[in-house]
């Protein structure tokens, strides 16, 4: 392996570490907010995975292209579910109409 290719997966593994740890310490009534305001930066990483499987030569990039490309869209639909989920729980469900009595003849 070259020095940059294990500087790469050295930076790859700390940023594992960090994410992990940012994101357990985030409370769980603010979890939801947090992952609908994040679908465009996930939207943009997954152009830039497209761009990783066009720069990178040989199967290895893409293979990894498109472990990201799908990983990505993954997160963005994942995203858009839970998204849809928590603004469902705002919406009024429709009332039944009341029953009549039945009257006695």
């Keep these: 392996m070259t020095a940059e290719a294990i500087l790469g997966a050295y930076v790859f593994i700390l ?3 960090v994410g992990f740890e940012v994101i357990s310490k985030v409370p769980s009534t ?3 907010p947090l992952m609908s305001g994040a679908n465009a930066i996930h939207g943009i990483i997954v152009v830039g995975a497209m761009l990783v499987v066009l720069a990178v030569p040989g199967p ?6 498109f472990l990201a490309v799908v990983l990505g869209t993954a997160n963005v639909v994942g995203g858009f579910v ?3 989920r928590m603004l469902g729980m705002f919406q009024q469900r429709p009332r039944r109409p009341a029953a009549k009595p039945e ?3």
């Design 60 to 65: 290895l990039g893409t293979i990894l292209g």
């Design 30 to 32: 603010l979890h939801t």
């Design 15 to 17: 940023a594992v570490f």
């Design 82 to 84: 839970v998204t849809d």
């Design 103 to 105: 009257v006695e003849k």
